[in-house]
């Protein structure tokens, strides 16, 4: 037989061994000789190049948990996704209910004193005095509303649902996306989702039994199934409705009965009464050392 001919015989023996055998990995690897080493994991290698496009798909799109890290800080919140499902509101005259037929992702965390102070205090404006942000920011306030409770991983507290709402222009503004107070609708869902009830309650709560009258730094109770902490009790949260703002949830200060996924409270002049200046602060409430809140992102 030819040289030709020999070499002829051998290519087609070969192809057909790598065909056969397990050696046609070698293939997927893109290797230009038969090489074992790439046999493990080739299938894998393959699959994560046809499919990197939904692996790496921004949370919007891939409905992902995410971290957002806050420029011009050090700071980041981690985002919990949530799936839309009917209505979890009660039908009577004081709620509508709506159906959330979009995504959305709310704060694993109750938003804390390091963060709300970068706000207050302009911190992240830093070392740039003459490149104001243009944003409103609530006056700062007249005394130290952490209580002496604890300030650095401590739930911010005693904001109005104004302030609230400057808070989360401000973050959009900050990290361009869109982050607001939950709807009571989108916050009780995500409540429901993290099923905790009465039967394990003491394990995620902090609640007027085992809170010794004053809130805890957050995220030290255990997680609910959905990966949020301190929705039941803790600081009660700002959320928005059809009638206007009301806190949700319960707090440190609340009996067992009146913490969880439907409690709530509506503001009254008193959760201010004691401000002394006139007119009274729009951006604290001196009184409410229960009022916190948790934000939402949309988009």
């Given at each position: 037989m030819t040289i030709t001919g020999r070499l002829f015989l051998g290519a087609c023996f070969l192809m057909n061994f790598i065909q056969h055998s397990s050696y046609r990995a070698v293939i997927a690897c893109g290797a230009l000789s038969v090489m074992p080493a790439c046999q493990h994991g080739a299938t894998t290698a393959h699959s994560s190049r046809t499919s990197s496009a939904q692996q790496v798909a921004p949370p919007a799109q891939g409905q992902k948990d995410f971290l957002q890290k806050i420029p011009g800080t050090t700071l980041s919140i981690s985002m919990i996704a949530v799936v839309p499902m009917n209505s979890t509101l009660p039908h009577d005259a004081n709620h509508e209910n709506h159906k959330q037929s979009r995504?959305?992702?709310?704060?694993?965390?109750?938003?804390?004193?390091?963060?709300?102070?970068?706000?207050?205090?302009?911190?992240?404006?830093?070392?740039?005095p003459d490149q104001a942000d243009g944003m409103t920011r609530p006056?700062?306030?007249?005394?130290?509303?952490?209580?002496?409770?604890?300030h650095a991983g401590y739930p911010a507290l005693s904001m109005s649902a104004k302030n609230a709402e400057s808070f989360c222009a401000w973050l959009s503004a900050k990290t361009g996306r869109?982050?607001?107070?939950?709807?009571?609708?989108?916050?009780?869902q995500a409540c429901q989702l993290g099923h905790v009830d009465s039967n394990n309650i003491e394990s995620h709560a902090w609640f007027k039994l085992n809170s010794k009258g004053q809130t805890h730094p957050v995220g030290t109770k255990l997680k609910s199934q959905l990966g949020t902490y301190d929705m039941w009790g803790n600081v009660a949260e700002w959320v928005t409705t059809p009638q206007g703002p009301i806190l949700v949830g319960g707090s440190y200060r609340n009996p067992k009965n009146q913490i969880g996924c439907h409690a709530m409270q509506s503001p009254v002049p008193g959760w201010n009464e004691s401000d002394p200046q006139i007119p009274k602060s729009q951006w604290w409430l001196a009184d409410a050392p229960f009022a916190g809140l948790r934000v939402v992102c949309t988009d």
């Open positions: 995504a959305f992702w709310i704060q694993a965390k109750e938003v804390t004193w390091d963060l709300y102070d970068t706000f207050v205090y302009q911190l992240d404006e830093v070392g740039m006056s700062k306030p007249y005394v130290t509303f952490d209580r002496g409770w604890g869109q982050y607001q107070l939950p709807t009571q609708e989108q916050w009780t």
